[in-house]
């Protein structure tokens, strides 16, 4: 069963997230798609938002297919099976990887106009729209982690069963309404998938900051 839109699987994930207990829970929206399904999760756990930035390293010819991922903070994951298959290296990715970490680290300037959420001590929930390859989930873990968060856990609408896996070994703990066996792409379990603009994501950061 697909979702109506972002905002109605933000909800439903929310929802379910009340389930647990969290101790001063704050959730971190992968931008920007992410953020609106982050704004019911914060609503529903009374928990403030903010985003972490992880952009997806694109291979030269299909720029849509994830061979990597990097972070504002310049940590770099690569995905070495998909390399391999493609016939690249590290190496050959060098450029394109320096300016993924430039564009992530503009895009968190763009968004972290404001002071951002303190995460130290308290449990992080990192929410996306949905996990296709999970290469950029598992590097906003790794960068999160870094700010020694009580616990950090994933939670999404949907996701694919490798990628699942992956965030797992990752992460504390995967939260996922759908893990349908048949997973092609994030956009086909949504009714309304539209792209979510700045403005959007500005003025839901600003709805959730505190």
Same mark, same amino acid.
């Given at each position: 069963?697909?979702? *109506? ?5 933000? *909800?439903?994930? &929310? ?34 938002? !903010? ?16 061979v990597g991922a ?8 690569? !995905? ?15 450029? *394109? ?24 001590? *308290? ?10 390859? &999970? ?31 992956r965030l797992e ?15 092609r792409a994030v ?24």
């Amino acid at each position: 069963m697909r979702f *109506r839109d972002r905002v109605s699987a933000g *909800r439903q994930l &929310g929802m379910e997230l009340t389930k647990y207990g969290w101790t001063a829970p704050v959730v971190l929206a992968l931008p920007r798609g992410g953020v609106p399904v982050a704004a019911g999760v914060a609503a529903e756990l009374q928990a403030p938002l !903010d985003v972490v930035v992880a952009r997806k390293i694109g291979a030269p010819a299909q720029p849509e297919l994830a061979v990597g991922a990097v972070t504002a903070d310049g940590a770099v994951f690569y !995905d070495d099976r998909t390399l391999a298959a493609l016939g690249l290296s590290r190496r050959d990715l060098a450029r *394109r990887t320096e300016a993924t970490i430039a564009e992530a680290r503009r895009k968190q300037e763009r968004y972290r106009s404001s002071a951002r959420v303190p995460v130290r001590g *308290r449990d992080v929930l990192i929410v996306d729209d949905g996990l296709a390859t &999970g290469l950029t989930a598992l590097a906003a873990v790794h960068a999160v982690l870094h700010q020694r968060p009580l616990s950090v856990s994933l939670a999404v609408p949907v996701g694919s069963s490798a990628a699942i896996r992956r965030l797992e070994a990752a992460a504390d703990a995967v939260y996922c309404l759908r893990r349908p066996p048949h997973f092609r792409a994030v956009g086909e379990w949504y009714h309304d998938f539209t792209q979510v603009t700045d403005d959007e994501v500005d003025e839901l950061l600003e709805a959730y900051s505190s």
